[in-house]
């Protein structure tokens, strides 16, 4: 009976303690201990743990609210991915397209970030990367070392319409690769969701 009575006192001290009892030192009475120890055990586990639920409700919340706030950057941070068209003989362009590669190229760098820039020229445009004919050849050269993040797409079709309409082979500078279509190629990267920007 004094067991069960010690037991009954120590649940309602875990359980509900009295903030008055608390202050003036006093043990609860036996008859309020008493009347503890002989309710229903799931009776007192249901009471003790409505305030651990609540406090685990916070934490999940808080939780749940620090790690949204923590991958949100991650979530809507996109790619850098540039396209730059050329597609005509014009070295006043070509220029332009490798400040503009150079530029963007440098503008993350310097903030830590990734990207990637694709020249892709067709028509007259691959002249810029003709072996032969190109204005630009020792600029893309140097480019091409210290921004690897950079590529060149020369149009195949292009390149063939050229070599039958001058009857020769059609060298490309090394840096080129060449595609089948410039104008599709394009247009695939747009629907990738490559930013396009015509000089």
């Known amino acids: 009976m004094a067991a069960a009575v010690i037991s009954g006192l120590a649940m309602l001290l875990l359980v509900e303690p009295s903030a008055q009892a608390q202050q003036d030192n006093r043990l609860i009475p036996q008859s309020s201990a008493t009347s503890q120890a002989s309710r229903p055990k799931h009776s007192v586990q249901k009471q003790a743990s409505k305030p651990?639920?609540?406090?685990?409700?916070?934490?999940?919340?808080a939780t749940r609210a620090a790690l949204a706030q923590a991958t949100k950057p991650e979530?809507?941070?996109?790619p850098h991915q540039l396209i730059l068209q050329v597609n005509s003989n014009?070295?006043?362009?070509?220029?332009?397209?490798?400040?503009?590669a150079t530029n963007v190229a440098e503008y993350y760098h310097?903030?830590?970030?990734?990207?990637?820039i694709e020249v892709v020229t067709?028509?007259?445009?691959?002249?810029?990367?003709?072996?032969?004919?190109?204005?630009?050849?020792?600029r893309i050269e140097v480019l091409a070392m210290s921004?690897?993040?950079?590529?060149?797409?020369?149009?195949?079709n292009t390149r063939e319409n050229m070599?039958?309409?001058?009857?020769?082979?059609?060298?490309l500078i090394p840096q080129a690769t060449v595609?089948?279509?410039?104008?599709?190629?394009?247009?695939?990267?747009?629907?990738?969701?490559?930013?396009?920007?015509k000089p």
């Open 110 to 116: 310097d903030l830590g970030e990734a990207v990637s």
């Open 147 to 156: 921004h690897p993040e950079i590529s060149f797409k020369a149009c195949g």
């Open 179 to 197: 595609v089948k279509s410039g104008v599709v190629r394009v247009m695939e990267l747009q629907e990738q969701g490559w930013s396009y920007v």
């Open 52 to 61: 651990g639920q609540t406090h685990t409700s916070k934490q999940i919340t």
């Open 75 to 78: 979530i809507d941070k996109k």
């Open 90 to 100: 014009d070295p006043a362009m070509m220029n332009l397209v490798l400040n503009n």
């Open 122 to 138: 067709f028509g007259p445009g691959l002249h810029m990367l003709r072996d032969d004919t190109s204005p630009v050849k020792p």
């Open 163 to 171: 070599r039958k309409a001058e009857n020769k082979d059609i060298s």
